[in-house]
């Protein structure tokens, strides 16, 4: 039985930033790990009780690193669900090989995009992520402190190329909260076969944000609040050079006719 608590978040994700309609057709994001497996679950339930029919449909990745990667447990626990699952074999772990460098920007790259042309093949129109509230502010954290700007990822997103929107309706939901839920679900999330997990920038993040939370109290819960539009009070925008010349050139010439 799912508790009716445990949906109130995603229920709140949803419906505020209309991620669902009447007759979409969604495709979910099935690695296997915690946040997937409960996601889907959830999904599942909610399509119990939408006040309007969508459609669930779920595709796993094999990356390729891991000979045994158990792809007939996640067919059977989406057939436990009722959902159909569709799993695609994507030679991830010999690309992050040939190209030596950023193995998450690469893996994240071809699941992405196997997913999309998946989703068009079946005739969706979304694609459900599970990012959760903690993956938002450390990308949030990692994009300011790496390259100097203010962004994450959106909660629901339109690819124009592709014509999908991504919905990701798992960010009111901590990390730690999604444990407990997958604990009291009685869930069984796979391990992760990456042999790169643990060993990344974004875990250095993840690993820094209780540190800096300790020096700052209440910094994990400011950050999140600097997600939101409006929160930020900004210089312009850099000029480019042309127009730094050109406002130079006015100011010189504005004083000179003074």
């Known amino acids: 039985m799912f508790p009716k608590q445990a949906l109130s978040r995603l229920w709140r994700a949803i419906i505020e930033f209309d991620m669902l309609e009447k007759n979409d057709k969604v495709l979910v994001g099935l690695s296997g790990g915690k946040d997937s497996m409960f996601m889907t679950a959830a999904l599942a339930e909610v399509k119990k009780h939408a006040p309007f029919p969508f459609e669930l449909l779920a595709h796993t990745i094999d990356p390729g690193f891991d000979a045994h990667f158990p792809t007939e447990q996640l067919a059977d626990f989406c057939r436990r669900l009722g959902i159909g699952h569709h799993t695609e074999k994507v030679a991830i772990a010999s690309l992050i090989e040939e190209k030596g460098e950023r193995p998450c920007f690469t893996c994240s790259y071809f699941r992405r995009a196997a997913s999309n042309r998946l989703a ?59 444990r407990d839920l997958v604990a009291a679900l009685g869930l069984v999330p796979l391990k992760s076969p990456c042999p790169h997990d643990g060993h990344t920038m974004r875990q250095d993040i993840k690993d820094f944000l209780p540190r800096l939370e300790e020096l700052a109290p209440g910094a994990y819960t400011h950050l999140a609040a600097a997600l939101r539009a409006g929160k930020s009070e900004l210089w312009p925008g850099r000029l480019d050079q042309k127009n730094s010349q050109k406002k130079f050139y006015e100011f010189w010439q504005k004083q000179t006719k003074k």
């Open 120 to 178: 068009k093949q079946l005739g969706c129109n979304k694609v459900a992520l599970a990012h959760h509230n903690d993956d938002a502010v450390e990308t949030f954290f990692m994009n300011l402190v790496t390259s100097g700007q203010l962004k994450t990822f959106l909660p629901v997103t339109w690819l124009s190329e592709s014509k999908l929107h991504v919905i990701r309706p798992l960010l009111y939901y901590r990390e730690q909260e999604i």
